[in-house]
């Protein structure tokens, strides 16, 4: 009996052995198959992965292996170009075919076209599949042909379209051919940083397909009741925090809907705060389809009249720039966001929208600033839900804030951290203030300040705005665009 020559599981952003459905093709149509992990980070340019994703992808990949030993298997190493790669791949081990999940990014979509082309003029099968949305962007179009640019139409078309709720499970033997191609060793590829700034990452987060599913299971039984009423403040730990999980599939949002809808079932209360993670999750298939259908918005307006926003110049917001990164504003919500962004490489949605409304509208600095600054810093980052998040809270994106929507930030604190629980355990300095205070600390009474030995300008930053001018010139200037 002829046996099938193995075929290639190339692994890229589907790090999971559950619910992976090009694995599992891979396996019911070959006797072996060879998985193989590719870093190419210069095929993604201008979007090469950041320096946050960058860590995560390295215990995700040690995660990914460990899985597939237990399995049998191992998961090979190469770096470099992904074509030339696989090329030699092919040659090593005589496979005839290649499997991939889908990407949805302008530069992944066209490297991957271009492999797929030129594998196939070397004679070699290529299989991709949708291992990632519930929707692939080009499935949605709305009653004119058009692509959607307003989420609740959007949502309400897809959601009768989400597949069956079918999750494939992870195989228990994944045979591999009888000699393994050699691999590079993990460290080789140098996805951890030179210097140790990942201590806080690495006691908040557990990377990998088990941290996942643990993550998915533990929310689904410990917060789903608190999701709707709690997602917005952001000392709760209400919310799935499953975003890097997820950017990396490790988990399908597949298994996301059958950990909260399982959990869910016959309690009308609990459904409901179930739904409302599902919407979210829609709110990653719209980023995902606006993404592919205005593959320019990494870096531009989606509403064009937007680029003529009159944005202050480098030179003179370089100072402004570097407080906001490092959580020196003296504004405390948004100082506090920023060092857990640092700390941690993750930051809540609600703390996420306060400092990017600070950023381009009280700071006037573009949101592309703020966009690369979140791009290598968050672990979740993702070209997709990151342009989203960013155009929506500059006003010029779909479905957006609109544009004369300044948020307050100490409104906001008061609304969303009103014991400044969260402020306080991010900015320490500011512990022992009442939260009145603590939410503003220029405006409290010198004697409270006193009390907590506070020093303002010296132990914590005066503003570096004044909210309410800086208010005042957003809008004037998202006014001048209007009447332009
Ligand atoms: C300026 C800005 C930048 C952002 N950048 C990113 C980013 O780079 N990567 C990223 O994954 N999310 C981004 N978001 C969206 C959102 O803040 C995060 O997805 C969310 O905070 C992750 O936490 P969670 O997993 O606990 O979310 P949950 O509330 O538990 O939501 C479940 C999942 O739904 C998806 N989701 C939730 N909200 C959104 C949203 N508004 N847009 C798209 N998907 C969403 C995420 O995959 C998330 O993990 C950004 C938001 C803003 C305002």
Request: aromatic share 6%; no cysteine; glycine share 4%.
């Given at each position: 009996m002829t046996t099938r020559p193995p075929a290639i599981v190339w692994f890229r952003r589907d790090l999971r052995l559950t619910d992976n459905p090009t694995l599992a093709a891979a396996l019911a149509a070959h006797d072996t198959v060879v998985p193989v992990y590719i870093d190419d980070p210069d095929?993604?340019?201008?979007?090469?992965?950041g320096g946050a994703t960058r860590w995560w992808l390295h215990h995700s990949l040690a995660a990914l292996d460990e899985r597939l030993r237990a399995t049998g298997a191992r998961l090979l190493l190469r770096r470099g170009d992904s074509l030339t790669a696989l090329r030699a791949l092919i040659a090593e081990t005589g496979a005839d075919a290649v499997y991939w999940s889908r990407l949805y990014e302008p530069a992944t979509i066209a490297r991957d076209r271009d492999i797929k082309q030129a594998l196939r003029e070397d004679g070699v099968e290529v299989h991709s599949h949708n291992a990632a949305l519930w929707c692939e962007p080009w499935t949605l179009k709305t009653g004119a042909g058009d692509p959607y640019r307003v989420f609740t139409p959007f949502w309400r078309a897809l959601q009768p379209q989400m597949p069956a709720l079918h999750i494939h499970r992870a195989p228990?033997?994944?045979?591999?051919?009888?000699?393994?191609?050699?691999?590079?060793?993990?460290?080789?590829?140098?996805?951890r940083p030179k210097i140790a700034w990942d201590l806080g990452m690495q006691a908040t987060w557990t990377p990998g397909e088990t941290g996942a599913l643990t993550a998915a299971a533990d929310f689904a039984k410990a917060s789903l009741g608190n999701y709707r009423e709690g997602r917005d403040f952001p000392a709760r730990a209400d919310t799935t925090r499953?975003?890097?999980?997820?950017?990396?599939?490790?988990?399908s949002p597949q298994q996301v809907r059958a950990a909260v809808q399982r959990h869910a079932a016959g309690q009308a209360r609990l459904e409901d705060?179930?739904?409302?993670?599902?919407?979210?999750?829609g709110w990653r298939e719209f980023a995902h389809h606006l993404l592919f259908h205005y593959p320019q918005t990494p870096e531009a307006p989606l509403y064009e009249k937007f680029a003529k926003l009159p944005w202050r110049q480098p030179r003179d917001y370089a100072a402004d720039l570097a407080a906001w990164q490092q959580g020196r504003t003296g504004v405390p919500i948004v100082d506090a966001g920023m060092r857990e962004?640092?700390?941690?490489?993750?930051?809540?949605?609600?703390?996420?929208?306060?400092?990017?409304?600070?950023?381009?509208k009280n700071l006037l600095i573009p949101w592309q600033e703020g966009a690369r600054w979140f791009w290598d810093t968050l672990l979740d980052a993702d070209l997709a839900n990151n342009t989203l998040g960013w155009q929506w809270t500059a006003g010029c994106g779909a479905d957006a804030a609109p544009y004369f929507r300044v948020f307050n930030p100490v409104l906001q604190a008061g609304k969303f951290d009103a014991e400044a629980a969260y402020i306080r355990s991010w900015v320490p300095e500011l512990s022992a203030l009442p939260p009145?205070?603590?939410?503003?600390?220029?405006?409290?009474?010198?004697?409270?300040?006193?009390?907590?030995?506070?020093?303002?300008?010296?132990?914590?930053?005066?503003?570096?705005?004044?909210?309410?001018?800086?208010?005042?010139?957003?809008?004037?200037?998202y006014q001048a665009i209007k009447a332009g």
């Open positions: 095929s993604e340019a201008p979007w090469t992965p228990q033997s994944i045979p591999v051919p009888k000699r393994m191609p050699d691999s590079l060793a993990l460290q080789a590829l140098g996805l499953l975003s890097p999980h997820l950017h990396f599939g490790e988990i705060d179930a739904s409302h993670v599902l919407r979210e999750l962004l640092w700390t941690t490489g993750w930051m809540h949605n609600r703390v996420r929208m306060i400092v990017a409304s600070f950023l381009t009145d205070a603590a939410h503003a600390p220029w405006q409290a009474k010198p004697a409270i300040l006193a009390a907590a030995r506070l020093r303002l300008g010296t132990d914590y930053p005066l503003p570096i705005v004044d909210l309410a001018a800086s208010r005042q010139r957003a809008l004037d200037a």
